[in-house]
């Protein structure tokens, strides 16, 4: 296997990587959706913070005042409570909403739409103990462990500097009253989102180009690969040659029905098989063959043969040698001399039948 990656030396293809996309398998960051998701939250939050805080100050005000009233029974705890649940409901909703849209969309800005249910489908791999100890403790895994802590340490460390830096301020904000505090700490927090949401934006873009660069490396083939991409989607070399061989007959076998009509006799076998010859004794040393086909070739031929009048003579024999032995353009075999002599004697015989009736007549 080690031996089998070392030899990946070619880019994959197309076709490998849409076959990949079409199993759910795609470079994906989780940093970058969670960046992505991070700033619908904090856009969320700019829209909508300030009247669900307000509307959470209200919830919490009335609760307070009517505290006194709250009568214990079942009946008036479960008003209370579906009350409270449905007002927590819509302070959470938005931004619930929020998160959802925006994890979609950066999913969808990685990796396009991808809908596949094969990660889905029941393996017992996943089920499979000492597997599943190989999934866990393997090099990917101890790597993705590595840049977690890596990660935790960047975010840990700015917020250490952040701490250290307002540290000195601490003792002017608790001698202030409650207002400044809550102002104070309200810059503070949204100083500190700033200073983290700048290190996640840092860190999904390396992260996305990692993951890129590792999906791609991953996706490699091996020339042996290719080449049997390739023949895998065109077909076996050999087969695809015998089909181009097949489909040059065909092109020289419909343009040789346009040379039926040049045809001294058609041979026929009778229905299946029809050879069309033709013999100039100045030119050739033997009669070549104009045309052949067989079933609807054949009939084809026949009927071109029977429009131009040329003799046609059933030779079941001398048909299947002919079209067995025998290509366009090409002369007959030695052994089919006597069979065909026989038929040109016949014609000749023929035409001389005829000539006399004619001088009869």
């Known amino acids: 296997m080690q031996e089998q990656e070392q030899n990946r030396t070619e880019q994959a293809t197309p076709f490998k990587l849409s076959e990949a996309k079409k199993r759910g398998q795609v470079a994906k960051s989780l940093d970058f959706n969670t960046f992505v998701v991070v700033c619908g939250l904090l856009m969320a939050l700019a829209i909508w913070g300030s009247a669900q805080w307000e509307r959470l100050c209200e919830l919490c005000?009335?609760?307070?005042?009517?505290?006194?009233?709250?009568?214990?029974?079942?009946?008036?705890?479960?008003?209370?409570?579906?009350?409270?649940?449905?007002?927590?409901?819509?302070?959470?909703?938005?931004?619930?909403?929020a998160g959802f849209v925006f994890a979609v969309i950066s999913n969808i800005i990685q990796t396009g739409p991808v809908f596949s249910a094969d990660p889905l489908k029941p393996k017992f791999e996943r089920i499979n103990p000492i597997a599943g100890f190989k999934r866990i403790y393997n090099k990917k895994m101890l790597f993705e462990a590595f840049k977690s802590f890596v990660k935790l340490g960047f975010f840990g460390l700015i917020a250490f500097a952040f701490f250290f830096a307002i540290w000195p301020t601490l003792p002017t904000i608790a001698a202030s009253d409650s207002a400044g505090q809550m102002l104070w700490l309200g810059n503070s927090a949204m100083a500190l989102l700033f200073r983290l949401g700048l290190a996640l934006v840092i860190v999904g873009l390396l992260d996305l180009a990692f993951v890129r660069w590792q999906f791609k490396r991953q996706m490699m083939m091996s020339t042996r690969e290719v080449k049997e991409e390739v023949k895998r989607r065109e077909g076996d070399p050999l087969?695809?040659?015998?089909?181009?061989?097949?489909?040059?007959?065909?092109?020289?076998?419909?343009?040789?029905?346009?040379r039926v009509p040049e045809a001294d006799v058609l041979i026929t076998n009778p229905e299946h098989l029809a050879i069309a010859l033709r013999y100039d004794r100045d030119r050739m040393n033997a009669p070549v063959v104009l045309a052949k086909g067989a079933d609807n070739w054949a009939a084809?031929?026949?009927?071109?043969?029977?429009?131009?009048?040329?003799?046609?003579?059933?030779?079941?024999?001398?048909?299947?040698?002919?079209?067995?032995?025998?290509?366009?353009?090409?002369?007959?075999?030695?052994?089919?001399?006597?069979?065909?002599?026989?038929?040109?004697?016949?014609?000749?015989?023929?035409?001389?039948?005829?000539?006399?009736?004619?001088?009869?007549?």
């Open 61 to 97: 005000a009335a609760l307070f005042a009517s505290a006194a009233q709250l009568q214990l029974d079942h009946a008036s705890f479960v008003g209370t409570a579906s009350v409270i649940a449905s007002e927590a409901l819509a302070l959470v909703l938005p931004f619930a909403g």
């Open 239 to 258: 087969i695809r040659a015998k089909i181009r061989e097949l489909q040059r007959e065909n092109r020289k076998q419909a343009r040789s029905l346009n």
């Open 300 to 361: 084809e031929m026949r009927t071109i043969a029977a429009k131009h009048g040329i003799p046609r003579f059933e030779r079941r024999k001398l048909a299947r040698l002919l079209f067995k032995r025998t290509q366009i353009d090409q002369p007959i075999p030695p052994e089919a001399f006597v069979d065909v002599a026989r038929v040109y004697a016949e014609i000749g015989q023929r035409r001389v039948a005829q000539a006399r009736v004619e001088v009869a007549g």
